[in-house]
T-cell receptor, first 111, second 112 residues
């Protein structure tokens, strides 16, 4: 099946810093989402971005499907950005589309 | 609030028992997904239903089963529970089979 690798696995920032999270995938996908899992375990939708670039406030994301990667940018980070960021893709497998998550990037933002 | 409702939020049960987790999708969503999140395995896709029919299957154990009812809510049944089944179980829903998915708050299952 498809492999999804996220980097870095861990990231520690001071409040106000910028960061870039990366998601590489091993095969063509027709669906890519970024999620933030907060310290209470809730999975929050950030972007649905199979290709192209989107922005939402301090966050933006870019997916280059032909090169099989996606980037999540966090600017002017805040303590509330802490948590785990997941990339999830959907790729064809045996006639259906299996969702696959990366292992995540764990982000800690210090005040 | 994503609009996806999962019950119960927490469940503690003994090994060998059977439990049922329930999921109500967002209004208008026909597709329901179940995931298991454990510390060592990460977020694992279990199974997907679309409009009452099984659409895709992941790493779901034979002791686990699911179904989607005519009103589109879904249930995940876990039987002969083992300590290793302790995990956070998520349900997600989407309009179609490949569109953006939204997650419920999860059910934290503890097997003792």
């Amino acid at each position: 099946g498809i492999q999804v690798e996220q980097s870095p696995p861990d990231l520690i920032l001071q409040e106000g810093a910028n960061s870039t999270l990366r998601c590489n995938f091993s095969d063509s996908v027709n669906n890519l989402q970024w999620f933030h899992q907060n310290p209470w375990g809730q999975l929050i939708n950030l972007f649905y971005i199979p290709s192209g670039t989107k922005q939402n406030g301090r966050l933006s994301a870019t997916t280059v499907a032909t090169e099989r990667y996606s980037l999540l940018y966090i600017s002017s980070s805040q303590t509330t950005d802490s948590g785990v960021y997941f990339c999830a893709v959907r790729a064809p497998s045996g006639g259906s589309y299996i969702p696959t998550f990366g292992r995540g990037t764990s982000l800690i933002v210090h005040p | 609030d994503s609009g996806v409702t999962q019950t119960p939020k927490h469940l503690i049960t003994a090994t060998g028992q059977r439990v049922t987790l329930r999921c109500s999708p967002r209004s208008g969503d026909l597709s329901v997904y179940w995931y298991q999140q454990s510390l060592d395995q990460g977020l694992q896709f279990l199974i997907q239903y679309y409009n009452g029919e099984e659409r895709a299957k992941g790493n779901i154990l034979e002791r686990f089963s699911a179904q989607q009812f005519p009103d589109l809510h879904s249930e995940l049944n876990l039987s002969s529970l083992e300590l290793g089944d302790s995990a956070l179980y998520f349900c997600a829903s989407s309009v179609g089979t490949e569109s953006e998915a939204f997650f419920g708050q999860g059910t934290r299952l503890t097997v003792v």
